[in-house]
């Protein structure tokens, strides 16, 4: 089944380090995001990609940096500049033609002590 | 700006009876609208979404929603909750000048009681 696959579900890092979450779809997507959610504060946009090899900057991408190399394939890497990394990441894909609903993974859950 | 206020953190619901969950928009543009479920610890799964024509939309697992255009609304129902209800919903809209950038409300976390 085609779906989209983030790994690990939980991932532990101490400050200051650099960490990297997956995420790989199958779907043939050509839009990729990635969401941050908080606790009462719904999902706010980091990043996302329309197309390989290009990407924007969404409501908070301070801290955060990504790359889209391949079509299936939009990683996220949480750098020592983001003032709070530990939450839970979305990642989520759509067909990236007009208004389209987005297919979400499970999640990953960081927590940076 | 568009944004989307869902007024309820937290509700609680019998099992069994109804339930209406609010959700609010602003900005002026045509809205496309979503709701979405999410379990504790999952990703969002889609429930329904308007784009136009009939105003009173129907989604998986019972759930159905109205868009009302002079409310700048677009609730979220059920007639009869079952336990597996128990999740938080959010309610999420993008204009259609907005490519495909979706706004999501703060959500509403749904507790069901036996």
């Known amino acids: 089944d085609g779906g989209i696959t983030q790994s690990p579900k939980y991932l532990f890092r101490k400050e200051g380090q650099n960490v990297t979450l997956s995420c790989e779809q199958n779907?043939?997507?050509?839009?990729m995001y990635w969401y941050r959610q908080d606790p009462g504060q719904g999902l706010r946009l980091i990043y996302y990609s329309q197309i390989v090899n290009d990407f924007q900057k969404g409501d908070i991408a301070e801290g955060y940096s990504v790359s889209r190399e391949k079509k299936e394939s939009f990683p996220l890497t949480v750098t020592s500049a983001q003032k709070n990394p530990t939450a839970f990441y979305l990642c989520?894909?759509?067909?990236?033609?007009?208004?389209?609903?987005?297919?979400f993974g499970n999640g990953t859950r960081l927590t940076v002590t | 700006a568009q944004s989307v206020t869902q007024p309820d953190i937290h509700i609680t619901v019998s099992e069994g009876a109804s339930l209406e969950l609010r959700c609010n928009y602003s900005?002026?543009?045509?809205?496309?609208l979503f709701w979405y479920v999410q379990s504790p610890g999952q990703g969002l799964q889609l429930l329904l979404k308007y784009f136009s024509g009939d105003t009173l939309v129907q989604g998986i697992k019972g759930f159905e929603a109205e868009f009302k255009r002079s409310q700048s609304s677009f609730n979220l129902r059920k007639p009869s909750v079952h336990w597996s209800d128990a999740a938080e919903y959010f309610c999420a809209v993008v204009s259609n000048n907005a490519g495909n950038m979706l706004t999501f409300g703060g959500g509403t976390r749904l507790m069901v009681k036996p």
């Open positions: 989520a894909s759509s067909t990236g033609t007009g208004v389209s609903p987005l297919h």
């Open positions: 779907l043939n997507h050509d839009a």
């Open positions: 900005y002026g543009a045509t809205p496309y």
